[in-house]
C-alpha cells in the first residue's frame, strides 16, 4: 500500500532554514503530483506549495522562502525552507493533491517544524 514518511523537521530559530523529505513508496510516483501540506494547532490542514511536473507553486505566505522540488528516481519529495517565520510553526506532510487540503492517499505521521527564538 502507500506509504508517506516526512522527515527533516526540528526546532529552528526565526530566520533560519530546514530541508524536509518525504520518501514516497506503493505507488509510480513519477506520474503524480505531489504537494507539502501543513497544520498548525488548532487550524486547518492547508495546502503549502505542489509540483507537477517541472512546475511548482505555493501559498502567497512561502513565495520566495520556500522551494519545493522531487527526485522521481528516489521517489522522495523536498521542500526547502528558508528565512523561516514563526508562523510557519507547524506539522508538515507530504501527499498528492486531492483539492482543498486534502490528500490522495492515507497521511503520513508529517514532521514537526517548530520556529521559536
Known amino acids: 500500500q502507500v506509504q508517506l514518511v516526512e522527515s527533516g523537521g526540528g526546532l529552528v530559530q526565526p530566520g533560519g532554514s530546514l530541508r524536509l523529505s518525504c520518501a514516497a513508496s506503493?505507488?509510480?510516483?513519477?506520474?503524480?503530483?505531489m504537494a507539502w501540506y501543513r497544520q498548525a494547532p488548532g487550524k486547518e490542514r492547508e495546502l503549502v506549495a505542489d509540483?507537477?511536473?517541472?512546475?511548482?507553486t505555493y501559498r502567497d505566505s512561502v513565495k520566495g522562502r520556500f522551494t519545493i522540488s522531487r527526485d522521481n528516481a528516489k521517489k522522495t519529495l523536498y521542500l526547502q525552507m528558508n528565512s523561516l517565520k514563526t508562523e510557519d510553526t507547524a506539522v508538515y506532510y507530504c501527499?498528492?493533491?486531492?483539492?482543498?487540503?486534502?490528500?490522495?492517499?492515507?497521511w503520513g505521521q508529517g514532521t514537526q517544524v517548530t520556529v521559536s527564538s
Open positions: 509540483i507537477t511536473g517541472g512546475t511548482a
Open positions: 506503493g505507488m509510480l510516483f513519477s506520474i503524480y503530483a
Open positions: 501527499n498528492a493533491p486531492a483539492g482543498g487540503g486534502n490528500g490522495l492517499w492515507p
